[in-house]
C-alpha cells in the first residue's frame, strides 16, 4: 500500500498564501510524475499543477502566474506553493503521483483549502 501523505490545508483570506506538502515513499517519487488535482463540491477533480521526475512542471490555466510546484528529491516531498489565493480556489486538495506512459496511480487522503474572508 503506497501512501501519500499530505498536509498544510487550512483557510486562508483572499489574497493569502498556502503551501501544501506531500511525501511519498522514495520507491516511486523518483520516477513518477507528482501532481496536485482539486475538488469543489459539486465539481469533477480537476488537475491543478503536476511536475516529472526531472523537474518539468504543467499548470491549469486557472492557476498559472499564481500556483508554484516543485519536487524537493532529497525530501520525496512535493509542494504546491499557493499565492494570490481567491475564493474560487476552495476546494480538497489532492496529491497524485503517476507512472510514466502508464495508468498506474495513487492519491493523498485530501486536504481541504479554505480562501474566504
Known amino acids: 500500500q503506497v501512501q501519500l501523505v499530505e498536509s498544510g490545508g487550512g483557510l486562508v483570506q483572499p489574497g493569502g498564501s498556502l503551501r501544501l506538502s506531500c511525501e511519498a515513499p522514495?520507491?516511486?517519487?523518483?520516477?513518477?510524475?507528482m501532481g496536485w488535482y482539486r475538488q469543489a463540491p459539486g465539481n469533477q477533480r480537476e488537475l491543478v499543477a503536476a511536475i516529472t521526475s526531472n523537474g518539468r512542471a504543467n499548470y491549469a490555466d486557472s492557476v498559472k502566474g499564481r500556483f508554484t510546484i516543485s519536487r524537493d528529491n532529497a525530501k520525496n516531498t512535493v509542494y504546491l506553493q499557493m499565492n494570490s489565493l481567491k475564493p474560487e480556489d476552495t476546494a480538497v486538495y489532492y496529491c497524485n503521483a503517476k507512472k510514466p506512459y502508464q495508468v498506474l496511480m495513487y492519491w493523498g487522503q485530501g486536504t481541504q483549502v479554505t480562501v474566504s474572508s
Open positions: 522514495g520507491s516511486i517519487f523518483s520516477i513518477y510524475t
